[in-house]
């Protein structure tokens, strides 16, 4: 008895110091957004409770929901691309025919964009992209591929599409690595036996590879719809800071950044903040119900 | 015995001396400091790395730390250490367009009063400048070694081509309007000369010659200045008079050096640019772009004067070193010898009047020796910074989005217009926009 008082006084302190920062810095700001969220804080001077004002506010911001579906579109495209390239080499690289040598070269490379800071990620692509003096551009040109430069972030939606597929080209490097640890945890023995069957590629991905790697996959999807909608950094760098063209790459977290610092509205962005974290939860429900509904269907 | 009398007489008037001198510094010094010689600076800019180096030559016993933060990043971190009281920064600095919040937070150490006294430099000041300084109740927070007002610099061989003349004064009546810049865009355009880099370079005229302001008693006007600016880019847009090169862009910075490759039009050529709207530090680019240029380019005026950035300095309100801050902040900004050295050395334009007047027949070689000191002291002196509001820098940024979407032709100029104000509406609730828009 006395050891084991011992031993959870000793589990306190050893746990102490995370409890201390978490409670510091992940619990108290938090809890101090939420009330900050009631109020019309402005960054300084008084704060002065205001109700469920800048909430009844959120719903009406035409502003925030065009965020909000700009955030889906560049998350969906950047979503489709990154898991499909990332899987698209995870079959080439896992099947046993092909016989791949080299993957841990291979995998360095995929992930290497990842590594960039995105603040040189956005300056490289604004200049490769430049309408006039981009280097795109000039090739198409000169292949005669197109007969005038493309202002390729002059129009929302190849602004859009620039955007996630940038996107996806930092982050497929990590998914690749990720799917392909999955792999590597198939048990071989199921492609042998396939392979004996002469079961074709397609068949081997669609009976074997897909459903083992489920899991996998919605591990990868989860972390990425998290990270997704809360897109900030290559929008915010590559645009003019509210989402040219037209609001188009104006992002939820960009408002909430816009809010807090540029318009000096802390208790709005509060409120923006707390509508974000139900947007999340409300997506990653709806996620989790479609996969295990799904699951309990395949058990059935 | 005589001797020892007046030995008495001339001690007791030494130690009445000192006495007095005693209770007239304490009556006077009441800044605290906690003696340890060293300050703090935060900046966004190496304006001030210089000028501390120059104060720690004349002030050897003295240190300055000087911290340089990411100018975009500066308002935010400044805003997060002052709203918790913290002492650190001793010296703080803002710019005229997002200084005001500073202000109204009370980060800024009121400087009219006792022992500062800066009022009484009021009139060796540029008054924009000093106005820039003062709060709502007109007490002077903010002190700045510089004056920043804007121009256009233009190209005299083109000029010469197209009028026969590149005399700054016919120049400027040439840009004395948006209808007359329009007519201007057209007539270089016949030439194969775009009249500016990219539309951004029109964005400081839409105030016009009457500089209405954007909010007025709460409710955000559009002046028919600002209405007709829609349709003056349009047509300079439609008619592709300007070069398409994006401000910072390579392109941009080339334009200063000579032709550059424009196919904005469909066909690869090669076009010169006419103008740059840029303010006083803008002659940094030109010496550091357009090397091969050197005294081909003027300076003269658009259709109203503008500023355009300015480093303000304060002192923290929280600072334990108030006494060191403010010998600091005096040297840097009040100094007539810093300030001539500063404008020698760096070619910057003080805001100090008089250095500007010494400075005043100085010729600029690199602008084909005009007298720039003389021209920029003659802008900033026009800036009438009672119709600069603490919401210009946002409000400027959905009316360069609205111009931009009726531009390129993805919105209609109501539409523009009636998106432009739910876009103020929606950033700052407080304000009034016009019913039905």
């Known amino acids: 008895m006395q050891e084991n008082k011992k031993l959870s006084k000793y589990g306190i302190i050893f746990i102490l110091p995370f409890l201390i920062v978490y409670l510091v810095f992940n619990i108290y700001p938090i809890l101090r957004t939420l009330y900050l969220s009631f109020t019309n804080f402005r960054g300084y001077g008084e704060a002065t409770f205001i109700g469920i004002q800048n909430y009844s506010r959120l719903l009406s911001d035409d502003m925030f929901i065009q965020s909000f579906i700009n955030t889906l579109k560049i998350w969906g495209i950047n979503i489709i691309v990154q898991l499909g390239m990332a899987l698209g080499l995870t079959i080439i690289f896992s099947d046993i025919r092909y016989k791949v040598k080299g993957l841990s070269v291979y995998r360095a490379i995929f992930f290497l964009p990842n590594l960039i800071a995105t603040a040189s990620v956005a300056l490289l692509f604004q200049r490769l992209l430049d309408w006039q003096y981009g280097p795109v551009n000039q090739i198409l040109l000169n292949a005669g591929l197109i007969d005038k430069p493309i202002n390729w972030f002059g129009e929302p939606t190849s602004a859009i599409v620039i955007v996630s597929l940038i996107g996806a080209w930092m982050w497929f490097g990590n998914s690749f690595i990720v799917l392909m640890a999955g792999v590597q945890g198939i048990s071989k023995d199921y492609y042998e036996a396939a392979d004996i069957d002469g079961a074709s590629r397609l068949q081997v991905l669609r009976y074997i590879t897909i459903p083992l790697l489920k899991p996998v996959l919605i591990y990868v999807g989860v972390t990425s719809l998290i990270g997704g909608l809360q897109i900030f950094d290559l929008p915010f760098l590559i645009t003019d800071g509210i989402g040219a063209p037209r609001g188009s790459l104006n992002t939820m977290v960009m408002y909430l950044y816009n809010t807090m610092f540029r318009y000096s509205n802390v208790g709005y962005a509060g409120a923006i903040a707390y509508g974000i974290f139900f947007v999340i939860i409300g997506f990653s429900l709806v996620l989790f119900k479609f996969v295990n509904k799904k699951g309990k269907e395949e058990i059935r | ?437």
């Open chain 2, 1 to 437: 015995m005589k001797l020892k009398k007046i030995l008495a007489t001339l001690s007791l008037l030494v130690t009445a001396f000192f006495l007095t001198a005693c209770i007239r510094d304490e009556d006077k010094i009441t800044l605290p400091d906690s003696g340890n010689n060293k300050i703090v600076v935060w900046t966004f800019n190496e304006d001030l790395k210089y000028m501390a180096e120059k104060y720690k030559e004349v002030n050897k016993d003295k240190e300055v730390e000087v911290v340089i933060i990411e100018a975009n990043d500066y308002f935010i971190k400044a805003n997060s250490a002052l709203r918790g009281r913290s002492a650190v920064p001793d010296i703080l600095v803002g710019e005229a367009d997002w200084i005001i919040p500073f202000y109204e937070a009370g980060y800024f150490e009121d400087l009219s009063s006792d022992p500062y006294n800066a009022d009484e430099f009021k009139d060796k000041i540029i008054d924009y400048v000093y106005e820039v300084g003062l709060d709502k109740e007109n007490k002077i927070r903010a002190l700045a070694y510089q004056t920043t007002p804007g121009g256009i610099y233009y190209r005299r061989d083109l000029a010469k081509k197209v009028w026969g003349s590149d005399d700054p004064k016919f120049v400027g009546e040439k840009f004395s309007s948006l209808s007359e810049i329009k007519k201007t865009a057209t007539e270089l355009n016949q030439y194969g000369i775009k009249i500016f880099p990219d539309m951004g370079s029109l964005r400081y005229f839409s105030m016009g010659e009457n500089m209405d302001p954007w909010v007025v008693n709460d409710d955000v006007t559009l002046s028919q200045n600002r209405v007709d600016y829609f349709d003056v880019t349009k047509e300079i847009y439609d008619n592709k008079e300007v070069a398409f090169a994006s401000e910072w862009s390579p392109g941009w910075y080339a334009g200063m050096n000579g032709s550059v490759p424009y196919n904005a039009a469909g066909k690869e050529e090669m076009v010169d640019i006419f103008g740059y709207t840029l303010p006083t530090w803008g002659m940094i680019f030109f010496r550091n772009s357009g090397k091969d240029m050197s005294g081909n380019w003027g300076i003269t005026t658009g259709p109203n004067p503008y500023i355009w950035g300015g480093t303000f300095v304060g002192i923290n309100k929280y600072s334990k070193n108030k006494n060191s801050a403010w010998e600091f902040l005096k040297f840097t900004t009040l100094d007539e010898d810093t300030l001539t050295w500063w404008s020698e050395s760096r070619g910057d334009v003080v805001a100090y009047l008089p250095v500007l007047e010494k400075m005043k027949d100085k010729k600029n070689e690199y602008l084909g020796g005009q007298k720039t000191y003389e021209f920029w002291t003659e802008q900033a002196q026009k800036v009438d910074y009672s119709k600069v509001t603490k919401y210009d820098r946002e409000i400027e940024k959905y009316f360069t989005q609205a111009v931009g979407s009726y531009q390129e032709g993805k919105m209609s100029k109501d539409k523009a217009i009636e998106q432009f104000y739910r876009n103020v509406k929606t950033i700052y609730p407080e304000l009034k926009i016009p019913n039905k828009k």
